[in-house]
């Protein structure tokens, strides 16, 4: 069983900046690829960003690509959402996966485990 336990997020404003954070309870975190998603109000949970067991290789959505950063420090059990230039549309509930299976499956969003999820609020 992995629990994983998220912190960050909040309120702010258009083009200001937030980090999410995830910390898993696991010894192997490392053989875990991980996963960020966001279910905005009305909508169903859409895929975020994705890395590789050793954060070698990073996935994007479209939506996301150049404003926002994965990372992972194994070291720490903990995988990282960096948010910059943040958007009205980006306001959602945001939940961290992980999945031993690797980055295709955390993409899918078919499996795995699952953060609590926080709320990231964008005010125009």
């Known amino acids: 069983q992995v629990q994983l336990v998220q912190s960050g997020g909040g309120l702010v404003q258009a083009g200001g900046s937030l980090r999410l954070s995830c910390a898993a309870s696991?010894?192997?975190?490392?053989?875990?690829?991980m996963g960020w998603f966001r279910q905005a109000p009305g909508k169903e949970r859409e895929f975020v960003a994705a890395?590789?067991?050793?954060?070698?290789?990073?996935y994007y959505a479209d939506s996301v690509k150049g404003r926002f950063t994965i990372s992972r420090d194994n070291a720490k059990n903990t995988v990282y959402l960096q948010m910059n230039s943040l958007k009205p549309e980006d306001t959602a509930v945001y939940y961290c996966n992980a999945d031993q299976r690797g980055p295709s499956s955390v993409r899918s969003g078919s499996g795995g485990y699952w953060g609590q999820g926080t709320q990231v609020t964008v005010s125009s």
């Open positions: 696991v010894r192997t975190f490392s053989t875990y690829a």
């Open positions: 890395i590789s067991w050793s954060g070698g290789t990073t």
